[in-house]
């Protein structure tokens, strides 16, 4: 990672090429679809050729208007990772993957004392890139969580610290801000921002982009999202506000089963790593971050990230028609459309989430643990208002049946 304070990214005009070409490929094609949810991938690997350094190792782009060169791959470390000595992370240092994204609650609250073993194991905390969360929604719980992530961590600073996972607006006011404000001045981290899962991030990105003070937002951003037209003017807004923007859950997955009857097919790339690619095709993202539980994924996924091939118009279309046709088991978070339907607090979305990790990625424990931990009452409703949840769904889902499929398998 290279860092250029001095070199700040220039304001970028609306009209800005790779923005408008993403936007008019989007519109192009929800228009012929009549629908701004139909999945629209157009993009050519061109389009990001002018915001990434390649050099022999790691690409990188500037993370939003921070005058910070971060590596366009990083780690995320959800999963349990080797206390003494993890492959993973050191594969990935290597390979110029020096940065890592954790949270308090990651590997079932181990995480940061894994990471700060390998802290000590390097011996160079300077050339890593830390970020952090705190679930925290108080100001107060938030501050404590970055003095304790920093404490579990071995370290006196992050490089990144995030709220973690919001989804209230009001966590976007002034007493928040100015919260990051201090813990930046103090230097307990240099810059700070949030992640979001849920249904209304397009309001909160929209928000941040109006208020100041957010360096950096981490969202759902995959093959499946790009005819979205309303996140893609909120990550215009975003981009020309200098918020770095990085991109999680890229994968889209759906059970393997049914990503193989799409039968994709690349001279070029497996399916996870062209999935990265259209990722990385939209220059607006600054980042992905990626869950790699092992060595083999970390050669596949950094492979992608040096290869100069773009995506070839074939390859791209191949996405699109997985897309379009795994629409009904891929939940993309909306929560705010199903679940407005139900009377009662009801957890459509996080039900599927926890269905997607034990049906798409094998994480039977996590899965199980997740989801037993929602309570009783908010994994069921009545079959009237989960078929009225079904109607204003964009992703077509059968929604009692995948809730159904939810408690079969991880109650
Ligand atoms: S079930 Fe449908 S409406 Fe509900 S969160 Fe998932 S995609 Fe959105």
Avoid at 4 to 28: H, I, M, V, W
Avoid at 233 to 244: E, F, L, T, V, Y
Wanted: hydrophobic fraction near 35%; charged fraction near 25%.
């Amino acid at each position: 990672m290279t860092e250029d304070r001095d070199n700040k990214k220039p304001e970028q005009p609306s009209s800005e090429p790779g923005r408008r070409r993403f936007l008019k490929t989007a519109l192009a094609s929800a228009t012929t679809a009549g629908a701004a949810s139909v999945p629209v991938l157009g993009l050519s690997g061109a389009a990001s050729a002018a915001s990434t350094t390649r050099t022999k190792g790691m690409p990188t782009r500037e993370l939003g208007n921070t005058g910070v060169k971060v590596p366009i791959l990083h780690l995320g470390t959800a999963q349990r990772m080797d206390p003494k000595y993890d492959k993973v992370m050191h594969r990935c240092y290597k390979e110029g993957v020096t940065w890592i994204d954790t949270a308090l609650s990651y590997g079932w609250g181990s995480s940061h004392r894994a990471i700060a073993n390998f802290l000590t194991q390097i011996g160079d905390r300077k050339r890593l890139w830390l970020t952090s969360k705190s679930g925290s929604s108080r100001v107060s719980g938030l501050r404590n969580g970055l003095d304790e992530a920093l404490d579990e961590l071995g370290t006196d600073y992050l490089d990144l610290f995030l709220m973690h996972g919001i989804d209230d607006l009001d966590m976007l006011d002034r007493e928040y801000l100015t919260l990051g404000e201090k813990l930046k001045a103090q230097g307990k981290t240099r810059f700070f921002g949030f992640s979001c899962h849920d249904g209304n991030v397009v309001e909160l990105m929209n928000r941040a982009a109006k208020v100041g003070g957010i360096d950096a937002i981490m969202f759902r951003y995959n093959f499946r999202r790009y005819g979205d037209l309303e996140l893609n003017r909120a990550i215009d807004a975003c981009h020309r506000a200098g918020i770095g923007l990085i991109a999680m859950k890229t994968q889209g997955s759906v059970p393997r089963d049914l990503e193989s009857v799409a039968g994709f097919r690349s001279e070029n790339f497996t399916l996870g790593q062209a999935k990265l690619k259209s990722v990385w095709a939209d220059e607006r993202i600054d980042s992905i971050v990626s869950e790699m539980d092992s060595v083999q994924y970390v050669r596949e996924n950094v492979a992608a990230a040096r290869s100069e091939k773009p995506l070839t118009a074939e390859e791209s279309h191949q996405l699109n028609q997985l897309a379009a046709l795994t629409a009904g088991y891929a939940c993309n978070g909306c929560k705010h459309l199903c679940e407005k339907t139900v009377t009662r607090d009801v957890a459509i979305a996080e039900s599927l989430r926890y269905l997607m990790y034990f049906e798409c990625f094998g994480k039977t424990d996590r899965a199980r643990e997740l989801y037993r931990a929602i309570p009783v009452a908010k994994r069921e409703a009545s079959a009237d208002e989960l078929q009225q949840a079904c109607q204003v769904c964009p992703q077509g889902i059968d929604i009692p049946a995948r809730l159904s499929r939810a408690r079969e398998l991880l109650a």
